[in-house]
């Protein structure tokens, strides 16, 4: 094996799929991107051709490699990352896939999910795998391909398919069809897997009829993984780390303790709060997943998503064309003292977490005669720090019923981080310091930490966390009343756009 100490991470996301190479201390060498083409056939569906997600993993691979001026064989490993949930099904005898890709943002198993939910599964499934019954996980997606391909399900009787969300696939090409395996954070968002025992869970596979030949083996997020076949990169290299995408980000962060807590802003926003060696249930329906797996050793988080985060930036842009680029939004939040009594609720698509109301939608309430879009923008950027505040105080909530570590200090990533006040009203709403890093990659960096720990570049997690560095901090800074009245309007403004049917808090 090479003496090289250079990382490559592989991040297959749900818009683009990257390429970016690592030095041993998280330095960009080199990176390469390709957009990926979203496929609607039909109202709520959404589908990725993965012949062009291969082709484009392949691509950015390489093109990264070229850039930094490195030579396959100077790789020590590599680690993939990806957009979880998405559902692929192919031949392990060919390779050949048998459908396109399911992404996770598809709907089509509503339906089924309703019956599943009818037949009782609900607590089973919450028991089990630390989710609620949705579409959005993979279970239903795969069983939906075993119901419609001609013969699916019987050839998957008989072991002549392989299912696997993106890991697995990119995993299973790179390794020319000798490898079949997942890893502990992917497995955990399939709506398959029992977090607890760790394997995949026979009630839920009968209850969906899936069968268990299908299933990929489930490997440690840091560890042998299998090794390129020599003609896709130009020699063989080793994957060693893998995980999905918001896990990744959260060990890219090094939430490593308990009651660590990263926050990723871009299109939406996902949370992940360390919870420690213990699972913890939680009563506001936030989702209880596995963070990592290492050896042994298993962390588990809690956690909350926002639908609508920099999207609700993109919709001033695009939509009602108020900002003319995303980064105005700052200027135009400074130059107003507050909203002037604005609230702004993105519930575009619903609500989620500890809302959960799918029926509910967006409004923009309290406007006046002197309402000026400087008001507006401020108000939609205020709602994301809002809902983050509702997040973090439900995970507070769960974590002291559970006796685990409160949340700590937040670290933040992602493309709406660049702006500043938004990070400051982040620290005053939430009344507690936001972190913001160095290295903003943090998925793609989290994927290189794990292949890196693996392979033995960092001989530990204390290693990996004592380059973790700050590029700011934002202290909060908000007079308590002020921050109180801030988040009763806001709690008032969603008791005023819930439909009704979602949950009462
Ligand atoms: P994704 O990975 O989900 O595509 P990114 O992490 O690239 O998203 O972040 C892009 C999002 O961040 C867009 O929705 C954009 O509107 C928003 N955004 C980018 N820059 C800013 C900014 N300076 N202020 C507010 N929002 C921003």
């Known amino acids: 094996m090479s003496q090289s100490r250079h990382l490559l991470a592989i991040d297959q996301g749900t818009t683009s799929s990257r390429a970016i190479l690592?030095?041993?201390?998280?330095?960009?060498?080199?990176?390469?991107?390709?957009?990926?083409?979203?496929?609607?056939p039909r109202e709520g569906w959404v589908e990725h051709d993965p012949e062009e997600i291969w082709a484009g993993v392949l691509a950015v691979a390489r093109e990264a490699l070229a850039r930094a001026g490195v030579a396959p064989s100077e790789l020590a490993a590599i680690g993939i990352t990806n957009q979880r949930e998405t559902t692929l099904l192919w031949e392990r005898e060919s390779g050949e896939v048998l459908h396109r890709a399911i992404v996770w943002q598809d709907r089509r198993t509503a339906e089924l999910?309703?019956?599943l939910a009818a037949e009782g599964l609900e607590e089973r499934v919450r028991a089990a795998t630390g989710l609620v019954i949705?579409?959005?996980?993979?279970?239903?997606?795969?069983?939906?391909?075993?119901?419609?391909?001609?013969?699916?399900r019987t050839r998957a009787?008989?072991?002549?398919?392989?299912?696997?969300?993106v890991d697995s696939f990119l995993l299973f090409r790179l390794t020319g069809g000798r490898v079949h395996a997942t890893d502990p954070a992917n497995a955990s968002r399939t709506m398959l897997f029992d977090i607890h025992r760790r394997c995949w869970d026979e009630e839920l596979l009968r209850a969906l009829r899936i069968p268990p030949a299908l299933l990929p083996e489930v490997r440690p997020n840091a560890g042998e993984f299998g090794v390129s076949v020599k003609e896709l990169l130009g020699a063989p290299v080793p994957i060693a780390g893998m995980a999905g995408d918001q896990q990744a980000a959260s060990f890219g962060q090094a939430c490593f303790a308990p009651g660590t807590?990263?926050?990723?802003?871009?299109?939406?926003?996902?949370?992940?709060?360390?919870?420690?060696?213990?699972?913890?249930a939680s009563d506001n329906r936030l989702l209880t997943t596995i963070a990592w797996q290492l050896d042994g050793q298993v962390t588990y988080a809690l956690e909350g998503s926002i639908f609508i985060a920099g999207a609700a930036i993109q919709w001033l842009r695009d939509g009602l064309g108020v900002l003319r680029e995303a980064a105005e939004s700052e200027a135009l939040a400074r130059s107003v003292p507050d909203t002037g009594g604005v609230v702004f609720v993105?519930?575009?698509?619903?609500?989620?977490?500890?809302?959960?109301?799918?029926?509910?939608?967006?409004?923009?309430?309290?406007?006046?005669?002197?309402t000026t879009r400087a008001h507006i923008v401020r108000a939609a950027l205020e709602a994301v720090c809002y809902q983050t505040a509702?997040?973090?105080?439900?995970?507070?909530?769960?974590?002291?019923?559970?006796?685990?570590?409160?949340?700590?200090?937040?670290?933040?990533?992602?493309?709406?981080?660049?702006?500043?006040?938004?990070?400051?009203?982040?620290?005053?709403?939430?009344?507690r310091p936001v972190d913001r890093p160095r290295v903003i990659e943090t998925t793609a960096l989290g994927a290189?930490?794990?292949?890196?720990?693996?392979?033995?570049?960092?001989?530990?997690?204390?290693?990996?966390?004592?380059?973790?560095?700050?590029?700011?901090?934002?202290?909060?800074?908000?007079?308590?009343?002020?921050?109180?009245?801030?988040?009763?309007?806001?709690?008032?403004?969603?008791?005023?756009?819930?439909?009704?049917s979602g949950r009462e808090r």
């Open 113 to 115: 999910c309703a019956r």
């Open 390 to 431: 509702d997040l973090i105080a439900a995970m507070g909530e769960d974590a002291r019923r559970a006796g685990a570590a409160l949340p700590t200090e937040l670290r933040v990533d992602g493309g709406m981080v660049a702006n500043d006040w938004l990070c400051q009203y982040l620290a005053d709403v939430l009344d």
């Open 157 to 165: 009787e008989r072991g002549e398919l392989c299912f696997g969300t």
């Open 261 to 280: 807590l990263k926050s990723t802003y871009g299109t939406g926003c996902f949370l992940l709060f360390n919870t420690g060696d213990r699972p913890v």
């Open 134 to 152: 949705d579409p959005y996980f993979s279970a239903t997606k795969l069983a939906w391909l075993l119901d419609h391909l001609p013969q699916a």
């Open 346 to 370: 993105p519930a575009f698509t619903g609500l989620g977490a500890p809302h959960w109301d799918a029926e509910a939608r967006g409004a923009v309430l309290g406007l006046t005669r002197g």
């Open 448 to 500: 290189a930490y794990l292949a890196g720990l693996a392979c033995g570049i960092y001989p530990s997690l204390d290693a990996i966390a004592a380059r973790w560095q700050r590029e700011r901090r934002f202290e909060p800074a908000m007079a308590e009343e002020v921050r109180r009245a801030r988040l009763d309007m806001w709690a008032d403004a969603v008791r005023r756009v819930r439909s009704g």
């Open 22 to 40: 690592f030095d041993a201390e998280g330095r960009v060498l080199g990176q390469a991107q390709r957009e990926l083409t979203q496929h609607y």
